[in-house]
């Protein structure tokens, strides 16, 4: 018998029906001997539906009764799980963060859990209780209601099986687990068994929207497995774990296209010291997020200094870049929004060289150029034109392989 | 500088504009120098809403979770209310049931309230802060959400004002005050400046639906002032308060209307001890409730029974007298269920004898037969035939001159 605790996200709950639904596939489960926490969050649309009303009464909300406003939502959803559990003869008891005292900062709109309380939920369990849980809320030492930001109820789920130790912990979704890459650009896209959670950390942040990044870290943090499943279909879904042995053979794991970003170069810079920062000071000031920074050393003393922001503060940047470039004397600015960031992540090219030289390779063989790089431990990024995004996504995702189980021996 | 309690009904805060209008009317009151706690209901349509999204997942939803989900109602509002004040410069905090510890009693969806800590709340005012409270909500010893039941916010802020000592709570409705009688049936109903707690029970207990009963009870027992007004317009309204001197000058306070009864009648039931239990016990047994009751006893040794139960009850309460009446060997079963419930209601009567000489004069010169007769110390009721429910409203409310001014000397 195992303690497992479950995630349905909005989609999921999203009406009457499909609430009805989740409580027969947790009696079943419940049926196969486990014991089930169960974490749920708004109902699709609800949230929007709320923040409505608050945008109808202000356009800059107070932040605390944001919070008590939105906190609505899951909790509408815990009591009609309970009662679709109740009525299937399901012992079900429904707990709101202040109930089961998900302790969090005081950062209203995007609070940090700090501690949970896990006495009740033992209790009830041992009580032979179905648990559900409020997703997305806490409560602050003076017992205000925060909330953790959208995709929130994935960190509620991964902090409470931490704090019970959880055998695992299930997030249900729309989608049935993590790909190799987005299968509307590569039809053969296939479902990974397992990948770790810095694998996870680079697709999440590249663009692959299955869980919310400060989940990914929390369960990384305390070692939680996380599989990523479908509500919808039946499956083994995705399992999110420590890196072990067999997942080293694996050389790369997935493929992410990003076209977000956009890139601006100062060029003909002084090549001196202090001018990365010179020129990324005024752009932070502005809060605004430099992502991918490359810096070439030219031969006449001067040099091209890029840098990657999101394409929404791209028009910003041109403006202070203006400033600065004039400052410093540099020969031109160049901007360009246009563009796609393509990376290859795996755990298992640390320990292989060559995989640069390979993707280099199969992008050069399509004609397409690359126009900055950048690098990790576990990821290659590079950034072409927007144009070559899917025909370089699926120039990698063949080179590599992807397509194809892994054979490890 | 007054400490007050205002309570705004569903209606009132039915929109978000709506919401925005309490604001500014709360504003106005503060700069007047008052302190104000804030009790509100939800939006007018949204226990509906919820009610129906339980409905759809079972018939007979779980009591505990049916109040967990209820409460989201008021929750909504305190956090609107609260961004209104705060976009108009005006303090305010809102505060869960839970928050405020409204300790009630673990009846869910009609829970009684046991106490309250005024501690937080004292704080907020002392801060300088509006205090707004969600309605309808308790917290019983574990923690469990409750709800008071239909109109329980009333209750909320009578109690509120009892643990507070404020000057009075205010209940801001969509009609403007308590009147002498219905003025859809008599154009000329009067306004009431003040009335008893004992009188307004009677106005509402007979279907003068302005205030939840039990917070009429509540007020009584800790002899709060209620003040009932319009969220709409400006006005006095109508003050509940306890009887005093000159409220015993006034004789009739108004003229009451109910047609949700019908009356049955056991003639010639033998004349001897345990008639009144043997009839009523079996309708008690199917748990319908008798209003009036009378009892005449012929010269023939037998007597003829009647009673009044509500129209709904009224084929169940014939099925039942079938057999009682055959039991009993009575002569014949009568019923009719096109009967009104007109009364008269005054604490004044208590010190005037004539009263219901005069009310059964002016009835009898309009051809109105009376066809049961039925007195408190504060009320006289008669049941006629419904087609004259108009016609008698209308000829009490003359004789005893309630469209003018009291004179009190």
Redesign the interface.
């Known amino acids: 018998m195992a303690l497992l605790v479950q995630k349905y996200g909005g989609t999921s709950v999203g009406s ?1 029906e499909r ?2 639904a989740v409580a027969q596939r947790l009696l079943k489960t419940r049926h196969g001997g486990h014991q089930l926490v169960v974490v749920v969050s708004a109902m699709s649309g609800e949230t929007d539906r ?1 923040l409505s ?2 945008r ?3 356009a800059h ?2 932040g ?3 919070d ?2 939105l ?2 939502g899951e ?2 959803t ?3 799980l ?3 559990l ?2 299937l003869g399901c012992p ?3 707990y ?1 963060a ?2 089961v005292k998900i302790s969090t900062d005081g950062t209203y709109n995007k609070a940090r859990i700090l501690s949970i309380d896990s006495g009740p939920i033992r209790e009830a369990l041992q009580a032979g209780k179905v648990v559900v849980v409020a997703g997305f809320q806490g409560v602050d030492v003076e ?1 205000n ?1 925060t909330t953790l930001g959208r995709g929130g109820s994935d960190t509620t789920a991964v902090a409470l099986a931490a704090a019970l130790k959880a055998e695992e912990c299930q997030i249900y979704t729309d989608v049935d687990g993590v790909y190799t890459t987005d299968p509307k650009i590569v039809p053969e896209a296939r479902r990974l068994a397992q990948i770790t959670y810095e694998e996870m950390l680079e697709m999440a942040s590249l663009g692959a929207k299955v869980l919310q990044i400060r989940s990914v870290e929390f369960a990384s943090k305390y070692g939680v497995p996380v599989r990523v499943l479908s509500s919808f279909a039946e499956g083994e879904g995705t399992l999110i774990k420590p890196e072990d042995d067999t997942m080293e053979q694996v050389l790369i794991s997935g493929v992410t296209a990003n076209r977000d970003e956009a890139k601006v170069t100062l060029v003909g810079v002084p090549d001196k010291p202090g001018i990365a920062s010179a020129i990324l000071g005024p752009i932070a000031q502005c809060n605004i997020e430099v992502d991918m920074i490359v810096q070439n050393i030219g031969s006449d003393g001067t040099t091209d200094f890029t840098f990657t922001v999101h394409r929404n503060d791209y028009q910003r940047t041109m403006e202070i870049l203006k400033d600065v470039a004039s400052q410093m004397n540099a020969r031109q600015i160049e901007g360009d929004n246009r563009i796609a960031k393509i990376s290859v992540i795996g755990v298992g090219m640390r320990s292989h060289a060559g995989i640069a030289v390979q993707m280099f390779g199969a992008l050069a063989a399509e004609g397409i150029n690359i126009r900055m790089i950048s690098t990790s431990e576990i990821k290659i990024s590079v950034v072409v034109d927007e144009k070559y995004l899917e025909l370089a996504v699926r120039t990698l995702h063949c080179a590599f392989g992807l397509e194809r189980e892994p054979q490890i021996s």
Do not use: D, H, Y
């Open positions: 009457v609430i009805k709320l009303l608050a109808g009464i202000s909300p107070n605390r009764e944001l008590v406003l906190a609505t909790q509408v815990i009591a009609l309970c009662m679709a109740e009525t079900a008891r429904s709101l202040s109930q017992g209601i």
